[in-house]
């Protein structure tokens, strides 16, 4: 593959191997975690016999998502120099100010809740349902039964928390994208797997 790089607009430079490597990381975390939040949802209104089944489904698409998420998290911090895109032409300071926060928080969602499932999982001593099989917990003892337990109690907590609010960032990161491309500016050019680098 050829490389070509460009300027960011405040000096840093970005390659097309840099800009394609995010755009499949883009696609390869949206997709197992928007599914999680779609089968916890679905249990929620699911009766009673039907539950366990999309929970398993909830946590095994949330295992998966933080094994995309912690190369996808580590390659953005390697390339953080040179991987900062421009602000969208005909899009205001305070827009891109916006957009930026709300990657950020996006950020912050697909690592935390990930992370706070997997240590109710381990944590709990029931282990991480993954698909058809389960990757077992931790082992209680009575020494560390007591700081096992707060750890799972606290990371239940804050997933809870975070996942009621924070799944919220979703829709509105997609009405965001839509309302820009109603405007004619490139934005799923810039996501895209099928183009090639546009600006």
Same mark, same amino acid.
């Given at each position: ?19 394609? +490597?995010?755009?499949?990381? @883009?696609?390869?975390?949206? $997709?197992?975690? =928007? %599914?999680?939040? !779609? ?51 005909? +899009?205001?300071?305070?827009? @891109?100010?916006?957009?930026? $926060?709300?990657? =950020? %928080?996006?950020? !912050? ?91």
């Amino acid at each position: 593959m050829s490389t070509y790089k460009r300027e960011t607009g405040n000096g840093k430079r970005q390659t097309t191997n840099d800009q394609n +490597s995010a755009q499949y990381f @883009h696609w390869l975390v949206a $997709a197992p975690l =928007i %599914g999680s939040i !779609g089968c916890v949802l679905k249990a929620q209104e699911s009766p009673k016999e039907e539950k366990g089944l999309w929970m398993h489904r909830h946590k095994s698409l949330g295992l998966l998502t933080a094994m995309v998420v912690a190369p996808r998290a580590a390659y953005r911090l390697w390339t953080f120099s040179r991987n900062s895109l421009p602000k969208l032409s005909g +899009s205001s300071n305070m827009e @891109h100010l916006a957009g930026t $926060a709300g990657h =950020i %928080g996006l950020y !912050g969602f697909m690592t935390v809740m990930p992370a706070t499932g997997i240590a109710m999982g381990y944590y709990g001593g029931k282990g991480l349902p993954f698909f058809g099989t389960t990757f077992a917990g931790a082992v209680r003892t009575e020494e560390n039964k007591a700081a096992h337990g707060g750890i799972a109690k606290q990371s239940f907590k804050i997933h809870k928390t975070l996942g009621t609010y924070g799944k919220y960032l979703i829709p509105v990161h997609v009405s965001a994208a839509f309302m820009h491309a109603y405007r004619g500016q490139s934005i799923f050019k810039r996501i895209s797997i099928f183009r090639g680098p546009s600006y």
